[in-house]
């Protein structure tokens, strides 16, 4: 059933990348929308930053179109996608290293938008993801791309290793690394969790 | 280095090596068995093992996104329409379009239309990075040589097509957004809390139990600096 459903997902966007070969704007529109929001949370992740996110998205959608006839349609749009999308941010965060030096080791993101969740969920849960993506964000770009893909996007290493263009070892090697980071420096959290949780339910003791 | 052999206890060294596999879903059979029964009776590796899912599950269900300007897609079609290569492109295409029909024309066609797609990377290429590779730390493989636009596509898998039933769900997803987002907001703590609890319960039960029940022997033979010091 759900094979059978796979397979006319891709009968479809191989017309649609057919079509959008041939001038459509129609099924280029599509495949934008099918896709950008996967794109842009990848990139957002990437680069930390979400006010360059939009305008990289839009760069590796124009080079996925500029050489739309060289995709091949056995292959899935969307791994290829992400490939560029990968390769536009390594380039565009070391344009900024080159101009900038370092950058900034705090993750942007998630402190917009926690502002809303912590009104949402508990004062512990706000302070996990906090440090969750805070360290994401010290993480080398392989590391956190691994990651991502990795739980985010519902990639397996060998597609993992397609978008980021290394041997499905080195991918493997470097999603090690990243978990045992995040682990380390979510030791100390769970510790003042657990010992906040339990005085709450008056365990403590 | 874990060829275990199933009699005899797995210690936290050899539980450690296995946690990626488990992690990655690639861990089955004795081994995961295996893992199961030594994470049960030891404490660092259950609360390692906790840490790690949890952080997993937080970057899983990630909600700390912007979300993408309404307009995108039409400033990207537009773009499409007016950038100096794209236009000579979708030109060009267009002329296909309406020279089509005859054989002999689609076969030229097709000739130049490689030529073309090429020269189109190039360009693209000066300004931008489809040439460059990415700053790797393994060798690529090399397959991905000589194909200058897209090299990663000679090594694209052919079996999934799930990729679009996702793209789907993730708009899907979007859409509900406010309701959904609480929940999983809700989830994401509770079971995190619920980890947290499990681990620090049975902590407590075994740290009632006899010293000697503790299993040392399955302690690292060296001291892991990470673990936290109890
Ligand atoms: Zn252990």
């Not at chain 1, 059978?4 to 495949?31: M, P, V």
């Not at chain 1, 995040?182 to 906040?196: F, G, N, S, T």
């Not at chain 2, 492109?89 to 024309?105: D, I, K, N, Q």
């Amino acid at each position: 059933m759900a094979k059978t459903a796979a397979k006319t997902d891709r009968r479809y966007e191989k017309q649609l990348i057919a079509r959008a070969c041939d001038g459509d704007r129609g099924a280029a529109r599509t495949l934008v929308d099918l896709h950008k929001d996967r794109l842009f949370a990848f990139i957002q992740r990437m680069l930390r930053n979400h006010h360059d996110a939009e305008e990289i998205c839009q760069e590796a959608f124009l080079k996925a179109f500029v050489s739309l006839d060289s995709f091949r349609t056995e292959y899935r749009f969307s791994t290829w996608l992400f490939t560029i999308g990968y390769r536009v941010c390594l380039n565009h965060l070391r344009r900024k290293r080159a101009v900038t030096g370092e950058p900034e080791l705090t993750e942007n993101l998630a402190h917009s938008s926690d502002a809303t969740c912590e009104t949402l969920e508990s004062e512990e849960a706000a302070r996990l993801r906090r440090t969750v993506w805070n360290s994401v964000a010290t993480l080398s770009e392989p590391q956190r791309a691994s990651l991502v893909l990795f739980y985010r996007h519902d990639m397996g290493c060998q597609e993992i290793a397609r978008v980021l263009e290394l041997p499905v070892a080195t991918v493997k090697s470097h999603l090690h690394r990243a978990r045992n980071r995040l682990r380390e420096l979510l030791e100390p959290v769970a510790d003042q969790d657990i010992a906040a949780f339990r005085n709450r339910r008056g365990l403590a003791g | 280095m874990h060829n275990t052999k199933t009699s005899v206890r797995m210690n936290c060294e050899q539980a450690r090596q296995l946690f990626d596999a488990y992690l990655d879903g690639e861990l089955n059979g004795s081994l995961a068995t295996e893992l199961g029964a030594h994470r049960i009776k030891c404490s660092d590796c259950r609360r390692h093992l906790a840490l790690m899912e949890v952080s997993g599950h937080i970057v899983a269900s990630d909600s700390g996104l912007n979300e993408m300007d309404e307009r995108f897609t039409d400033r990207l079609i537009a773009c499409v329409d007016e950038g100096p290569i794209q236009r000579q492109s979708w030109l060009y295409r267009h002329w296909r379009m309406t020279a089509g029909g005859l054989a002999a024309a689609a076969a030229i066609t097709l000739v130049v239309l490689g030529v073309f797609g090429q020269r189109e990377t190039r360009v693209a290429g000066e300004k931008n990075i489809l040439i460059e590779r990415p700053r790797g730390d393994g060798d690529s493989s090399p397959l991905l040589e000589g194909m200058p636009s897209y090299p990663g596509a000679a090594d694209h898998d052919l079996t999934s097509g799930a990729w679009i039933d996702r793209a789907r769900k993730n708009i899907e997803t979007k859409r509900n957004s406010a309701a959904s987002l609480q929940e999983a907001l809700d989830q994401t703590a509770n079971k995190w809390i619920d980890a947290l609890e499990a681990a620090h319960d049975i902590d407590s039960i075994e740290s009632t139990a006899t010293e000697a029940d503790h299993a040392p022997s399955s302690q690292p033979s060296q001291d892991d600096p990470s673990l936290p010091k109890r």
